[in-house]
DNA sequence: CCGCTCTCTGCAACCGGTTTCATCGAAGGT
DNA sequence: ACCTTCGATGAAACCGGTTGCAGAGAGCGG
């Protein structure tokens, strides 16, 4: 491993010269730069990163908090992350919050010692608590607006609303919203952003749960489903695959006798039968934004971030007309 | 943001002695040890990992190279690798080569200037590329083993030759592989136990593929399954899934008409109408043991490592007994 | 022709730890 | 009592970059 002093050396100039070369090559004669250049190439010369860190307080990398990654959600969301932090040459540190509050604050503040920024995404923590958070390190939510700390968001909410509208003109006018988990913060948008819309076209809203996002607590909702309903809207995928499945299995015909729709996005609900009407939702996109953004903020170059990223609804098989229209 | 320096400062002592306390204690009489502790959590010391990476030439990071998140398959070993890491004050970093052997290689190379060592996951490059990458850093790899190097194993090798073992209990006597992607390693691993096993006993096996490892690749098999075909493993879960929907569309009854076994596993596999039979396989705790290993390796506490770790069959609902026995 | 400005370069300090080496004092052996 | 040994501590060098400051030389205006 050749260091800069070995690149000075075969370059015949100074540390501060070569140094100078290579980070700021405004500051230096074209003859020189050159010169630099070639023998740092000559010796790949790959300038280490703790030593930089050390003297300009940077250290090149960013944390990213996921609540899981069980869930394949997140996972586009971690490839654009990271696809733009390696596109500027910054590298990403990745945690696991389980859904946690204190593992969430716990890995903030372990990464916060270590990282330029952190991105949190979807958090469960409380605002106080994030807000706490950010003090250290510039800090990005995804998914999660807490005052004026720095968000990327995905307009679900609006998606939801427009997922109404697609049921409304379908002619449906008693439809069930199953809600995720409590306290959580999307599913209040969601589930306020239906209310807005389903009182506005006078029909009918009830709602089921609040209820673990899960396969098996879809199951459960299909059970309970109260009677009437014509169409369904599911806080995510895992609990619209298991209303799928504990509809089917009991006999109710989707989308003849009962409309799904899932709030969110996985590609999963395009394999099944029927496939699921959802939303399309640019979480690739929302990841590498919440990297360069974050880098932003360290750099100066931007003081806050307030992103809203739109959604659309991505009609499948499992919304029909109303029965009976 | 306190330094070692304040910490000394504030017990009293010099710096090494606040140095040495805080990471060989043997070396510093009890009173001074404690009174340096008591200073150090009085001023919330964290040491600056930068600088001591400088000097000591330890990043406390691994890196971790995955081809791909989209696969929950890889999730439990992301955790089981973060965990791993966190257990032993270390930090991941997490790239995704998306199945490119370009990519992956220059993945570990941008990598192994910056981290101790890196784990290596279902690697897509040639045996001479992975040799070439584990001569700068400490390299394990997760289920591909390539000469000498360090290498965690799942065993779905053998798994797969119980699969089909229980198979053969079950009355089948023709039976199916559909193969993944070529030159897979674990595809080819897998092919020549179940070849084994399936000649031991005289019966019969047929070959479809190789084939991406795909949802839609498993519908496209399902239409092209040899005639009196009784029972089909596929190479992965994906095809699994994707040969369960095209033969329930085709009107072919699981397990009635034919038996359907993944020689992997994945969650949704359970989740299915016929639920899929296939294999229980420790992922997060060889996500969890590579990083173990490898700090090993670097410590110089071990010099190589070649584990294989057990898998079993799961049997579920897609797998039943031979027709017409 | 002088002095001023501007460009380019080098010296040396510095970031925050770790580690070698020397020193000092106390304990132990004879 | 004297010498040795050993444990505990501190001074200073070092890791590999970056950067403030100063100085040299060139260019330019007056």
Not at 121 to 135: I, T
Not at 184 to 192: E, F, I, L, V
Not at 195 to 217: H, K, N, S, W
Not at 241 to 254: E, F, N
């Amino acid at each position: 491993m050749s260091t800069l002093a070995d690149v000075a050396r075969e370059a015949g100039v100074s540390k501060a010269t070569a140094s100078r070369a290579l980070m700021r090559p405004e500051l230096v004669a074209r003859p020189t730069l050159e010169n630099v250049r070639a023998a740092a190439a000559r010796l790949g010369f790959q300038p280490n990163r703790a030593a930089r860190a050390l003297t300009t307080g940077r250290t090149g990398m960013v944390g990213l908090v996921v609540p899981t990654l069980a869930n394949p959600f997140f996972a586009p969301l971690v490839l654009g992350a990271q696809r733009a932090a390696e596109e500027t040459d910054n590298h990403l540190l990745l945690t696991v919050s389980e859904y946690s509050a204190e593992r969430e604050a716990a890995l903030v503040a372990r990464l916060s010692e270590q990282v330029d920024g952190v991105v949190l995404v979807a958090p469960v923590g409380s605002d106080a608590a994030l807000r706490e958070l950010a003090d250290r390190r510039p800090l990005i939510l995804v998914d999660r607006r807490v005052g004026r700390l720095p968000a990327v968001v995905l307009d679900t909410a609006s998606g939801t609303a427009a997922l109404v509208r697609h049921l409304l003109e379908l002619g449906h006018r008693d439809i069930v919203y199953v809600s995720g988990p409590p306290g959580s913060w999307a599913d209040g948008r969601r589930r306020a952003a239906m209310a807005e819309q389903i009182e506005e076209a006078g029909a009918r809203l009830r709602v089921l749960g609040p209820l673990p996002p899960t396969f098996d607590a879809g199951i459960g909702a299909a059970a309970e489903l109260p009677a009437g309903a014509g169409a369904v809207v599911a806080y995510n995928s895992y609990l619209a695959l298991g209303l799928l499945h504990g509809l089917t299995a009991a006999g109710v015909r989707v989308p003849e006798d009962v409309s799904l729709a899932a709030a969110d996005d996985l590609t999963a609900l395009g394999a099944t039968v029927p496939s699921v009407t959802a939303l399309d939702v640019p979480v690739e996109e929302a990841g590498a934004l919440a990297v360069t953004r974050l880098l932003e903020v360290r750099d100066g170059t931007r003081r806050t971030v307030r992103t809203l990223l739109p959604t659309r609804v991505h009609p499948r098989e499992s919304t029909g007309r109303a029965p009976g229209r």
